[in-house]
């Protein structure tokens, strides 16, 4: 039996990496597409590929996520706790996919772990949760509004006597590559956070110790499944990012993706924080178009998006509760 449970729990795992996936595609080439510089298929290829490479530049994400949000739970009851984290998180990613929302899937996980783990009466570290999620959901979009209108700010004024058309053409081409670089980011923070999930699933089964590092079929795994759920698409969603915030154009482009992997990586590497990809570009969207004239944006879309983002936590936390209520008294 707590072999078959660690199997589902990996499985729903790697279902989660998989709507991740095709839930935030648009967060690496909603704006490539938009300003028509990658065809969506080529788009999303390239995302894939980059999605699986990132997954393997690191494991600071993963090893926040396994060991300093919430205490390891033990037992049956424990993987209990992580199943019912999971499917909070899916579901949350499923109704925003639907809706075309571009909520964040990390947080979505974050508020799973949470809730299920109030529920199973397991431990919460509230002060790891309020530096590593809570702060960075406040300061990552705050980073990428303001990161964005300078990064565009910079580029209009050294390309203010630039031929419009010729500097239009290579900011198209340019955006290969800050595309490609966003997607990296992507599958760095991304694939890291469900490697961590894993990770814990393993050391309740008692098949790894707590502290080992990540096994390789764990990363291959989950960078295989953000890859293809990555390759799918989430054109609802892309819709959103691409047209519904702001018409962007090649430029505009090239500084929103710019911004956006460059605070990935950095909030990656340097504070091992498990931001949200869909916080970063999203504000770094705004942030650029806020230079062409701040009414340019629309701001009510915008809206309705920041609002996604503070009910996530709770919506998804919410759902695991009452998965592991579901869960317990069926199985336990």
């Given at each position: 039996?707590?072999?078959?449970?660690?199997?589902?729990?990996?499985?729903?795992?790697?279902g989660?990496?998989?709507?991740?996936?095709?839930?935030?595609?648009?967060?690496?080439?909603a704006t490539s597409v938009s300003t028509r510089a990658l065809t969506p298929r080529a788009a999303l290829a390239m995302a894939a590929a980059?999605?699986?490479?990132?997954?393997?530049l690191g494991n600071g994400v993963a090893k926040t996520v396994s060991e300093g949000l919430i205490e390891t739970p033990k037992g049956s009851s424990g993987m209990a706790i992580l199943f019912a984290a999971l499917v909070g998180a899916i579901t949350w990613n499923l109704v925003t996919w639907y809706f075309g929302l571009p909520s964040s899937s990390s947080h979505a996980l974050f508020g799973g772990m949470v809730g299920a783990a109030l529920a199973g009466g397991t431990k919460v570290y509230w002060s790891g949760v309020l530096d590593k999620v809570v702060i960075p959901m406040f300061v990552s979009p705050l980073v990428g509004l303001l990161a964005g209108y300078l990064v565009m700010t910079a580029i209009m004024w050294i390309f203010r006597r630039a031929n419009p058309s010729k500097a239009k053409r290579g900011f198209r081409i340019a955006q290969t590559?800050?595309?490609?670089?966003?997607?990296?980011?992507?599958?760095?923070?991304?694939a890291q956070k469900t490697?961590?999930?894993?990770?814990?699933?393993?050391?309740?089964?008692?098949?790894?110790?707590?502290?080992?590092?990540?096994?390789?079929?764990?990363?291959?795994?989950?960078?295989?499944?953000?890859?293809?759920?990555?390759?799918?698409?989430?054109?609802r969603i892309m819709r959103t990012m691409g047209r519904k915030i702001i018409e962007l154009d090649p430029p505009q482009g090239f500084a929103a993706e710019t911004t956006g992997a460059s605070i990935m990586f950095i909030t990656a590497y340097l504070f091992k924080t498990p931001v949200s990809t869909t916080h970063v570009i999203t504000s770094a969207i705004m942030g650029v178009g806020a230079t062409k004239r701040v009414k340019a944006v629309r701001w009510g879309v915008a809206k309705n998006i920041v609002l996604g983002w503070f009910i996530t936590m709770p919506a998804a936390a919410g759902v695991a509760a009452a998965g592991y209520g579901v869960v317990r008294l069926a199985f336990l």
């Open positions: 039996m707590d072999t078959f449970a660690l199997i589902v729990t990996i499985g729903v795992a790697l989660f990496t998989y709507t991740n996936g095709f839930h935030d595609s648009a967060n690496a080439i980059m999605n699986l490479l990132g997954a393997f590559v800050s595309a490609a670089g966003m997607a990296l980011g992507h599958g760095l923070q991304d490697m961590g999930i894993v990770v814990m699933a393993l050391v309740i089964a008692d098949v790894e110790d707590y502290g080992d590092p990540i096994p390789v079929w764990v990363k291959i795994a989950c960078a295989v499944t953000l890859s293809l759920g990555t390759y799918a698409g989430g054109w």
